[in-house]
């Protein structure tokens, strides 16, 4: 999708048809704005399709009250972003520019509409992406935060956002800009803080208080029963969901963390097959997503699956704040993740120089610095390339006297051309340093016996592959590393399915998996069938 690189000034040169026009007028209702009047507010749920027939609609700056882009849409134009796909909430405001008349259509009358109509879904689904880009781009974002370079907690709250594509500006305390909002909103200047739309403002922040304000995380309420659970938003994760939709299977998908898994913290995948230049995991999987909401799957996030019980109709999910879901099979995509090492002041350091993935998020903090990466696999590999371009050098930990195994021989080839890079072999490290946050990382090179102390404001661990299935409650046979056992051999029906009827494993997680994206991805894909063969069968006995 091309598309997602283009301006939106581009985007408004498709409009959508005559007949596309009065297919929403079928299903919408007129409603008028007078000049000035607030269309929709930051915050509000993004539950209805605004199609301008009259007027001007503007996005409005939450700190100076003006105009956020030098557009604005006009006759024959519609609003709204990527977050109207999957009951989400506006992430800026929207006033009339003039008296304005707009048909304004239910978000599930315009999806079905959509889903009847895949011209009119080809429109919106790509003006929606280029705006998501556009506010990205340009930091308009009515989500502000403040003080980061302070506060390990909105580090992490950033790093969040950033991941999920969720569109954020960040400002330095004290700086003009940050007094600017906290003033507009009547908060503290002295303070590190989270502000949404105008008036919100919060001090001690937390990631679900950012997944509630943009929508992500939604109680699931009438919409508690599903043909199937997706666990984890990897890329097996995306493929079952984007392919469970085109099945017309009811799908849910469940993430503790942010979309992409482990893959999302690669900066450049150059191995995937139709991106010749690359692609960062985030945006691969950004991509998935919008695609699976698109077809009718939804995503709640930040929420885990604390349990899994079976019953007489399937399975009862409940998660960790106790809201359960009913399904009648479960995909397990939960992927791995990063070990925690066992390095004096690790945890002191977590958020505030220590980082488990390297994205435009973290990469800010390694300018005039050094960065030190532990780790010898593909993600460790990218995020040197990546991080090259930011910090004054770059140091990779290898606890091995070679990549041959461990990396792909082009990324490995690429990383020893590099003079911003140095491969430090048969090395571990053994001591952090630092008041509030990362100054020094002390290194030991096991063959030589030396040590040595690198200046560095920033230390990613990417190393080790623990599977996250601690949550399966005994219900599913594992191998002696805790990875999924799957197959006729375990007592499943199909190559994915495990040893509990209905519980089906793909991608990293499932014990012999090559752990590959694209594998991820083919086995995300392939595993819908099994399901959607399983339900056929059930409900074909029932």
């Keep these: 999708m091309e598309a997602f690189a283009l301006d939106l000034r581009v985007m408004q040169r498709t409009p959508l048809t005559p007949e596309h026009v009065e297919c929403i007028r079928e299903l919408g209702e007129e409603r008028r704005f007078k000049k000035g009047e607030t269309v929709v507010a930051a915050g509000d749920a993004a539950d209805a399709f605004f199609y301008c027939e009259e007027g001007e609609i503007e996005a409005v700056d939450p700190v100076t009250d003006e105009a956020a882009f030098d557009s604005y849409i006009g006759p024959g134009q519609f609003i709204g972003e990527i977050s109207f796909l999957n009951k989400g909430a506006w992430g800026i405001s929207m006033r009339a520019r003039e008296d304005t008349r707009c048909i304004v259509t239910p978000r599930e009358d315009m999806l079905d509409l959509m889903a009847r109509v895949p011209e009119i879904s080809d429109i919106v689904i790509t003006v929606f992406a280029a705006r998501r880009r556009r506010v990205i781009e340009e930091e308009k974002s009515g989500l502000i935060v403040i003080g980061a370079e302070r506060d390990a907690k909105l580090r992490s709250i950033a790093s969040f956002a950033v991941r999920n ?33 105008r008036d919100q403002v919060l001090y001690e922040p937390t990631i679900r208080d950012v997944a ?7 109680p699931l309420g009438e919409d508690a029963g599903f043909d199937v659970v997706i666990v ?56 998935g997503e919008i695609q699976a909401m698109r077809l009718g799957t939804r995503f709640v ?79 460790a590999g990218q995020a040197a390339m990546y991080l090259s371009r930011y910090a004054n050098h770059v140091h990779v930990l290898i606890r091995g006297e070679s990549l041959a195994t461990s990396m792909s021989a082009y990324l490995s080839n690429r990383l020893r051309q590099d003079p911003r890079i140095t491969l430090h072999f048969m090395t571990e490290c053994t001591g952090l340093d630092g008041d509030d946050a990362l100054q020094t990382v002390e290194i030991h090179n096991k063959k030589e016996d030396a040590k040595t102390t690198i200046d560095a404001r920033a230390l990613f661990v990417m190393v080790g592959a623990v599977p996250k299935t601690e949550w399966l409650c ?51 894909s392939v595993v819908v069938s099994h399901v959607w063969q399983f339900i056929h069968d059930i409900e074909k006995s029932a």
């Design 165 to 197: 594509k969720i569109p954020i500006r960040e400002y330095e305390l004290g700086s003009p800009e940050a007094t600017a909002a906290l003033t507009a909103a009547e908060g503290k200047c002295d303070a590190p803080a989270l502000i949404f739309g």
């Design 212 to 218: 509630r304000a943009v929508g992500l995380d939604m």
């Design 232 to 287: 984890g938003a990897g890329p097996a994760g995306i493929a079952s969901a984007v392919y469970a939709g085109a099945e017309g299977l009811k799908a849910l998908v469940v993430e503790d963390q942010v979309i992409g898994g482990q893959a999302g913290t690669s900066s450049r995948i150059e191995n995937y097959m139709g991106f010749p230049t690359g692609i960062s995991g985030a945006d691969l999987c950004f991509r």
């Design 301 to 379: 996030m930040p929420r885990r699956v604390s349990e899994i019980e079976k019953t007489d109709a399937g399975y009862r999910i409940t998660l960790n704040d106790g809201e359960s879901v009913r399904c009648k099979a479960v995909i397990v995509a939960t992927g791995v993740q990063y070990l925690q090492l066992p390095i004096p002041r690790l945890s002191d350091f977590e958020g505030a120089g220590v980082y488990y993935s390297a994205t435009d998020s973290e990469a800010r903090y390694c300018k005039g610095s050094d960065a030190v990466i532990i780790g010898g696999g593909n993600s």
């Design 474 to 524: 005994g219900l599913v046979k594992l191998d002696n590393r805790g990875f999924v056992l799957t197959g006729r051999d375990y007592g499943g029906g199909s190559s994915y399915e495990t040893s509990a009827h209905g519980i089906f494993a793909v991608g990293d997680v499932r014990s012999g998996s090559v752990k590959r994206v694209a594998s991820s991805v083919g086995e995300g």
